[in-house]
């Protein structure tokens, strides 16, 4: 990667973390974790990792339903801070996914939910995925709620605008100041190419900005 893309990168990622944290007190995240599904695959004393975790909902939603073994990580102060508050009795920390702060194969899952859409460029998924893949346990889960292109006009439209921006299709801007990306299932599953795909289901979902949008859940085992 160049110098020049880099430091755009980082740019880019400072200016995510300033809106997170400007707007951690306020924003409900939606996206729900498929429950049957994900216990289909992870057991309750299993090690858990959060990577995007917010304020901890689903980290608290799994130790309601009886999982142990939880950890959370988040790039926003803002966001750890109202989930330490909320749910004490959580491990949380800050922390930017560039290099996750435990050691190799420590994990039997990992959960993104809404994580990849806060990530535009291709390269920086990528990154985390490799980060992530590190701290799997060999046959460890990988589970993924995100969002998938739209056809509506007021999507495209949005894409196409900030399409030579950050060079990308999909990726766009909120009025607030956010920049989110949608995903074609292609994408997904070439970001995904270490693990073994067990699950994909396309699911219409209703964002924090309350509109309705086309998503996914993904589940995938590590390869030995």
């Known amino acids: 990667m160049?110098?020049?893309?880099?430091?755009?990168?980082?740019?880019?990622?400072?200016?995510?973390?300033?809106?997170?944290?400007?707007?951690s007190e306020e924003k409900d995240f939606t996206l729900p974790l498929q429950m049957g599904e994900f216990e289909k695959h992870v057991s309750r004393e299993m090690y858990i990792l959060d990577v995007g975790c917010g304020y901890g909902r689903t980290l608290s939603e799994l130790h309601d339903s009886g999982f142990v073994n939880l950890y959370g990580v988040d790039y926003s102060q803002g966001m750890i801070d109202r989930g330490r508050r909320l749910h004490p009795y959580l491990n949380l920390r800050k922390n930017d996914g560039s290099t996750l702060p435990f050691e190799d194969d420590a994990f039997d899952?990992?959960?993104?939910?809404?994580?990849?859409?806060?990530?535009?460029?291709?390269?920086?998924?990528?990154?985390?995925?490799?980060?992530?893949?590190?701290?799997?346990?060999?046959?460890?889960?990988?589970?993924?709620n995100d969002y998938l292109l739209n056809t509506d006009r007021r999507n495209v439209e949005r894409y196409v605008k900030a399409r030579d921006k950050y060079g990308v299709y999909g990726v766009f801007e909120l009025p607030e100041g956010a920049v989110v990306r949608h995903h074609t299932p292609d994408h997904i599953f070439d970001i995904t190419a270490g693990f073994n795909r067990l699950e994909f289901e396309t699911i219409v979902y209703t964002t924090m900005n309350g509109n309705k949008s086309n998503g996914f859940y993904y589940v995938g085992r590590k390869t030995v």
Do not use: F, M
């Open 2 to 23: 160049s110098t020049g893309v880099r430091e755009k990168n980082v740019s880019l990622l400072a200016e995510q973390e300033k809106y997170w944290d400007g707007v």
């Open 109 to 144: 899952a990992v959960i993104l939910i809404a994580v990849l859409t806060c990530i535009a460029e291709s390269e920086g998924q990528r990154r985390l995925i490799a980060e992530i893949e590190r701290v799997l346990k060999d046959g460890g889960i990988l589970y993924i």
